[in-house]
C-alpha cells in the first residue's frame, strides 16, 4: 500500500454519513488510499506528505454518476437533434453514431471523464450499447485507467433492429449469441469484486425497445451467475411506455418485473413515468433508480416522481446522462437541476439542497451497490454487494424457445420478443 499521506483542512466537512454529520473547520486525513481520520482540526494529526487548506470552502465526499453515455461527447448539441423527443433524436442521431471509431470512443471517454472529476464526481458509470467499427467496451476502460476514475462500465448491448420491430437500424444491433460472449469475455477480464476497487463490470441490454425479451433474461442469469449489476433503461417517456403497452402489453416496470430485472442488483435509468405500482414493486425489491433531470428536461420526458420514490424507500442516484441530451456531463450543475426540478414539480419542500447532494453521494454509491464509497469515514472492513468474486460458469447462450408471455396483450400480428 502506498504509505504517503494527505490531509485536507476545510472550512466545512460534511461528511454525508447516517447522521448527516458536518464539521466546521474540519478535515480529513488520508493515508495511501484509505481515510483513516474524520473531524474536527484539533483532533486531526498537524502534519502529512501533503498538506491542503481550504477555509473557505466545503469539503465533500467524491460524487458519484449512475448514468452515462461517454461515446456522445463528441456528439452534443447537435442542430438536427436539438428540437426532438426521445425516439426521434433517437433516429436522427443513430446515422451518426455509426461513424464512431475505437479512437472516437476512447477520445469521448477521457473528455466525459476530464469533465466529470472537475465537477467533482470521482466515481461514474458509463452504459456503452453501440459498437461500430471495431469498438469495444476496452476503449473506454482504457480511458478510466489512464485519467485515474473509479469506472463501472456497463456492456451494453442491442438486438433488435428495425426489421424485426425495434429502434435501431440493423446496423448497430448485434447477435445475441455475440452479446453473451463479450459480455462474459469483459468481467472475465476486468471486474474487481473487492474493497476500493476502480473497476466494476454491469451487463446493460439498452432498453424494451431495442433488445429481446430472451437476451434480457439471459443477460440477467449471466451476470448473476459472475455477482455483478444489472442496468437497463427503462419508462423514459411516454413513448417508451406506449411502445410498452403495445409490445408486451404491460407496464415497463411490470415487463422488467417479469424477466427478473428487479432487485438489489438492478438500477435501472430514468423512471420518468414510473407510476405508483411500479414504484412499490421496485421498493419492495431494492431496485435502483438512476434520474437524469437535465436529459429529462431537454427532450421534454417529464418530471421523474423522485420525491414519491424516495418516501417510498428506492436506492435514488444521479445521472448526467449522454452529453447529446444533455450538452454537457457535470454532476455538480446536475445535482441543482435535480433540487430544482423536483421543486419545479412538487413543490419547495420536495427536494432541499442537502438531500440533493445526498442523492449525488450516498445515493450513487447505493445505486451502484458499494458502501465504500460515497460518504467520508475511517475505513473499516466493507461489504461489496451485489459484486462476488466472479467464478467461471459455462456461457450463456441465447435461448432457443420463447419465454412465458408474462404481460397479456401484444399487437395483431407482433412476435413476442
Not at 467461471?392 to 424457445?401: A, E, F, G, K, N
Amino acid at each position: 500500500m502506498d504509505a504517503r499521506t494527505l490531509l485536507v483542512r476545510a472550512g466545512t466537512v460534511a461528511t454525508m454519513d447516517d447522521a448527516a454529520t458536518e464539521f466546521a473547520d474540519g478535515g480529513v486525513f488520508v493515508r495511501g488510499p484509505v481515510i483513516e481520520a474524520v473531524g474536527p482540526r484539533a483532533t486531526l494529526p498537524a502534519s502529512a506528505d501533503e498538506v491542503i487548506d481550504l477555509p473557505r470552502h466545503v469539503l465533500l465526499p467524491g460524487l458519484v454518476n449512475t448514468h452515462h453515455h461517454l461515446f456522445q461527447t463528441l456528439t452534443r448539441a447537435l442542430p438536427a437533434a436539438q428540437d426532438a423527443s426521445l425516439f426521434d433524436w433517437l433516429r436522427t442521431l443513430y446515422p451518426v453514431w455509426a461513424r464512431l471509431t475505437p479512437e472516437m470512443i476512447h477520445a469521448s471517454a477521457l473528455t466525459g471523464f476530464a469533465e466529470l472529476l472537475l465537477s467533482g464526481c470521482t466515481t461514474t458509470s458509463d452504459h456503452l450499447y453501440l459498437y461500430p467499427n471495431g469498438s469495444r467496451l476496452d476503449d473506454t476502460l482504457r480511458a478510466a485507467a489512464e485519467i485515474g476514475i473509479r469506472f463501472h462500465a456497463c456492456r451494453g448491448s442491442m438486438s433488435v433492429g428495425e426489421s424485426a420491430g425495434g429502434l435501431p437500424p440493423d446496423a448497430l444491433v448485434e447477435t445475441e449469441a455475440a452479446i453473451l460472449a463479450d459480455s462474459q469475455r469483459v468481467i472475465e477480464a476486468f471486474h474487481d469484486a473487492r474493497p476500493r476497487a476502480m473497476t466494476r463490470i454491469a451487463l446493460a441490454p439498452c432498453s424494451p425497445f431495442s433488445v429481446s425479451r430472451e437476451l434480457m433474461r439471459d443477460t440477467a442469469a449471466l451476470a448473476r451467475s459472475y455477482g455483478v449489476g444489472l442496468h437497463t433503461h427503462l419508462a423514459e417517456s411516454d413513448s417508451d411506455v406506449a411502445y410498452s403497452h403495445e409490445r408486451f402489453g404491460c407496464t415497463p416496470a411490470e415487463y422488467a418485473e417479469s424477466l427478473g430485472w428487479t432487485g438489489p442488483d438492478v438500477w435501472h435509468a430514468h423512471c420518468v413515468k414510473l407510476d405508483t405500482a411500479g414504484i412499490e414493486r421496485f421498493a419492495a425489491t431494492r431496485t435502483g433508480v438512476a434520474h437524469c433531470p437535465t436529459s429529462n428536461m431537454r427532450l421534454a420526458s417529464g418530471i421523474a416522481p423522485v420525491r414519491a420514490m424516495l418516501d417510498a424507500g428506492l436506492r435514488v442516484g444521479l445521472g448526467v446522462d449522454g452529453s447529446a441530451s444533455n450538452d454537457a456531463g457535470q454532476l455538480l450543475a446536475e445535482t441543482r437541476q435535480a433540487l430544482l426540478l423536483q421543486r419545479v414539480g412538487f413543490g419547495p419542500q420536495a427536494l432541499s439542497a442537502r438531500a440533493a447532494l445526498r442523492l449525488a453521494t450516498r445515493g450513487g454509491a447505493a445505486v451502484l451497490g458499494r458502501d465504500d464509497i460515497g460518504r467520508s469515514r475511517p475505513a473499516a472492513p466493507p461489504t461489496s454487494s451485489p459484486s462476488t468474486s466472479p467464478t467461471r460458469p459455462t456461457l450463456v447462450r441465447p435461448s432457443t424457445t420463447r419465454s412465458p408471455r408474462w404481460c397479456s396483450a401484444r399487437r395483431p400480428g407482433s412476435r413476442w420478443r
